[in-house]
């Protein structure tokens, strides 16, 4: 049986946190000043960003790089058998 103690639980607030980002805005706000949400179609999503920044706008958006680092950590980090695992055996 998998465990999960208190001690794991400051992954709650980090995936919180995590989901909470709108990379759309922060990037549009980032690289021109404006408030992604007053162009377009008022949204911040992929394609309002690729309206405004194009392709390179819309594939940050869809593919933040921290994707990339959490996808390369997630296997040895949610793995049973490795000691940095958060669920393992007790």
Excluded at 10 to 27: D, E, M, N, R
Excluded at 29 to 41: A, F, I
Excluded at 61 to 68: H, I, L
């Amino acid at each position: 049986m998998m465990g999960f103690t208190w001690q794991d639980s400051w992954i709650l607030p980090l995936a919180y946190a995590l989901g909470c980002v709108s990379t759309g805005y922060y990037l549009v706000w980032w690289r021109t000043g404006k408030d992604v949400r007053t162009l377009g179609s008022g949204a911040t999503g992929a394609r309002n960003v690729a309206r405004t920044l194009g392709s390179y706008g819309f594939a940050l958006t869809v593919f933040p790089p921290y994707y990339s680092t959490l996808e390369q950590e997630a296997p040895a980090f949610l793995g049973e058998n490795d000691e940095r695992s958060l669920f393992r055996y007790h």
